[in-house]
Each structure stands twice: as C-alpha cells, then as structure tokens.
C-alpha cells in the first residue's frame, strides 16, 4: 500500500470512478456523490493547490482510500473502500488525516483548539473508529441527505412552474458567465468569497459542465436563483449542489422553479434519482425540497476532537514513504 499526493485533474476522474463504485456497492452508505468531490476541491477549498490537500492510497486493485483535508473548515473527507472498511487500514487513513489537518491549519495560520467532521449516521464502521480515536458526537444531527425518484415529474413540454413577469430558466452558457455566476453564488450566500477567476476555475474542474448549472434570469438580465447538478452515471443518482437564490429574490417561487427544471433535466440525462443534502438547521431548504418531492434519506452526526498539538508546532506528515 502507497499513498500520494494528487498530480493532475485525471486523478479526480479517478477518485469519481472510485466513489461510483463504492456508492453501486453500499446504497450510497458511507460516500459522497462524485460530484461532490469537484465540488469540495474547486468550491470548498479554492484557495488551496489540490497536491496539498488530496492525498490518495493504492493497493494492486486501484485506489484503495482518499483523503481531502479542508484547513479552513478544520475538517476532512475521508474515503474508504468497502473492504476495507472498519480495519486497521481505514484507522490508520483517519489517523492521518487528523495529523494533517492540524499541520495544514497550523500551516495557514489558523486558529483552532478542535477538529471537526461528521459520519453517515448508517456507517457504524467509521463511527466506532471515531469513537476510538478520541472524536465525540455532538448533540444535534447537522445535514440530510434527502432523494426523490425521478419518476411521476411534471412534462416538460408542458408550462412550468409560474415565473414572475420578466423571469426566465436556461442554462448557464459557458466561463463568459463567470461575472454573473459569482455573482448570483455570493448573493445567495453572503459568506462566499467567489471572484469571476476563481469560478473560471470551478467551471473547468472534471464533472462540471456548463449545461447543468442552471438560472434563473432577473428582469435585468442577472441571475436570480440557480443550481449546479452532478451525475453518477453507474447508479445513475444526480445531486443538486449547491441550491441558491439571490437574497433580493426570495419568496417568489425561484427555487422551487429551478429545482423542478434541474430535477427534469436530469431525468432526460438518464438519471433516475435525485439527492440533495440541508443544514438541519436550515428550515427554508428543508421545506423547499419536501415540497418538491424529497424525503430524507440519511442523516450525518457531527463529531469534534480536541486538537492535542498547543501554539503552532507542526506535525510531522510524510506525503510518500
């Protein structure tokens, strides 16, 4: 068993085979869609260069583990193979991205005196070596990961969803939106730090195509509401992330316009479900997706551990043996 840091962009094809795979195997128990993984590299962790924070194990079957530290969350992604779950191996992966988050927080400066993460409620495995290692569950489930069959969606040949005058849905066309497609992610949450070059970047990133990144346009020709979707082309489970609508255009229907066109979308790419997670605390989306037809599915508990490492010593962490 070798594990390396990432190389090129093939290396995060390779990491959505795997997770395809695994999701195919344990009724996505334990994994994140393959889009998520784009998603988190390119969105959650723009500032960050993929070679520092991806690390990936291999065995004589292929990719055998990965791991995607997130500094600034002060947390990681960390993902097994399903016979390899539970183990020796999947402990001493966990070990390791501990250790690495904590150099790679202590590295950027920031503070913190815990780490946190959270489990699939449904991975017994990974939650008693959570347990073991010293992580403890905190009181209140934090998302959901909710689907919905793709079956029974109103006809798209027919109206849709009520528009306000002056509003419309389409397609995003391309990086020559990437102004107006920062924008509308920033307006829909505040605490974005999106520029027009860092979603160039994001739109170039394996899985993302323009086409399934949908709008709706304002009046004004700005975008009012949108959502990026992603395919898993094996179990054919799509994943709306993230969902969002610009703050001065809420309460007018847009996001349950956007939803049901990406949800359509879908289904005429061959998708047969659908998924999207919500903050439990998050009662406007929860409400958005149940009344689009999504029932929860599973649910993650959040965990911390306390950081044992004072003031900004470093932790040593070999990137290859």
Known sequence: MQHRPYQTDSDIELLQAFNAEAIAQTDHCGYLHPGDIPHHIYSGNKMHDPSEILTIWEDARGVAAWVLVGPRHKGYDAQVRPDLRGGDFEREVLQYADQRTVELMRRHGIDGDQLLGDSFRCDTARVKLLTELGWTRTDTPHYVLNRRSLDNLPDPALPGPALPDGYSIRAARGPEEADALAAIHVGAFPKATWTAEHYRRYMQAPGYAPER?????????????????????????????????????????????????????????????????????????????????????????????????????????????
């Open 213 to 321: 990144e949908y709008v709706v346009v304002a009046p004004d020709g700005s975008f009012a509401a949108f959502t990026v979707t992603w395919h898993d082309a094996l179990s054919r489970i799509g994943l709306l992330e993230p969902v969002g609508t610009h703050a001065g255009h809420r309460r007018l229907g847009l996001g349950r316009a956007v939803v049901l066109y990406a949800l359509q979308q879908m289904k005429a790419a061959g998708m047969t479900v659908a998924t999207v997670a919500n903050s439990n605390h998050n009662e406007a989306s929860r409400a958005l997706y149940a009344a689009r037809g999504f029932t929860p599915w599973y649910r993650f508990d959040d965990y911390v551990k306390p950081v044992p490492f004072a003031g900004k010593d470093r932790v040593p962490c070999t990137e290859t043996p």
